[in-house]
């Protein structure tokens, strides 16, 4: 079945410091690729998405890579901020036909980024 | 604005009785989602619905139930044949023909 495997935390940084957070998927069919967020006792918000081979997702400073070849999806950030740390999420999706039928998550990893 | 709304935000329980989440979204969007959260272990597909009066179970709806009688809302049942019920609980949508999804704020069920 679908699956993705991302680093686990805690990864922590000091302000600043460059971020790289690993995912890699295995899936049956040709997926769209996210990352997403998750602060405390918070519900889940989409970071950056990306549809295609080669496409690069960005927000907020954060960048990611589709890498079908490596299968890949790396989170990337130049210069992290206290209010960057929280909880990131890998996630696949794949339209069936019929609809999506959902998404299938790493993890998450935790992010602490120290002042 | 448009959004998806989750209540209550906590939630607590007896064992042995049944015990329904609430999950409204006004995103007119087609497809709905429930995703169960445990610390280390991501979410978690329970059930969706990608139209309305259909849906389809996911990885692990044994001891939930679900029913979707209008666009907008997608209620969850946990019921006492959840073994394990104790989990924070997200809602969310999707336009059906994309697999990006928008989620509400969470529930958070104890068992007492």
């Known amino acids: 079945g679908d699956s993705v495997t991302q680093m686990e935390g805690p990864v922590t940084l000091s302000e600043e410091a460059f971020l790289t957070i690993n995912c890699t998927y295995t899936a049956t069919g040709y997926p769209s690729l996210f990352w997403y967020v998750q602060y405390p006792g918070e519900g889940l918000q989409l970071l950056l998405k990306?549809?295609?081979?080669?496409d690069k997702g960005s927000n907020k400073g954060f960048e990611a890579t589709y890498r079908k070849e490596t299968t890949s999806f790396h989170l990337e950030k130049g210069s992290v901020q206290v209010s960057d740390s929280a909880v990131y999420f890998c996630?696949?999706?794949?339209?069936?036909?019929?609809?999506?039928?959902?998404?299938?998550f790493g993890k998450g990893t935790h992010l602490i980024i120290q002042p | 604005d448009g959004g998806i709304t989750q209540s209550p935000k906590y939630l607590f329980r007896k064992e042995g009785q049944n015990v329904t989440l609430s999950c409204e979204q006004n995103?007119?969007?087609?497809?709905m989602y429930w995703y169960r959260q445990d610390p280390g272990q991501g979410l978690r597909l329970i059930y969706y619905?990608?139209?309305?009066?259909?849906?389809q179970k996911g990885d692990i709806a044994e001891g939930y139930s679900v029913s979707r009688e209008k666009k907008e809302s997608f209620p969850l049942t946990v019921t006492s044949a959840q073994k394990n019920p104790t989990a924070f609980y997200l809602c969310?949508?999707?336009?059906?023909?994309?697999?990006?999804?928008?989620f509400g704020q969470g529930t958070r069920l104890t068992v007492v």
């Open positions: 619905s990608q139209i309305v009066n259909d849906f």
């Open positions: 969310a949508s999707s336009k059906g023909r994309t697999p990006e999804a928008f």
């Open positions: 996630a696949l999706g794949l339209y069936s036909g019929g609809g999506a039928d959902g998404l299938t």
């Open positions: 990306a549809t295609k081979a080669d």
């Open positions: 995103l007119n969007h087609d497809a």
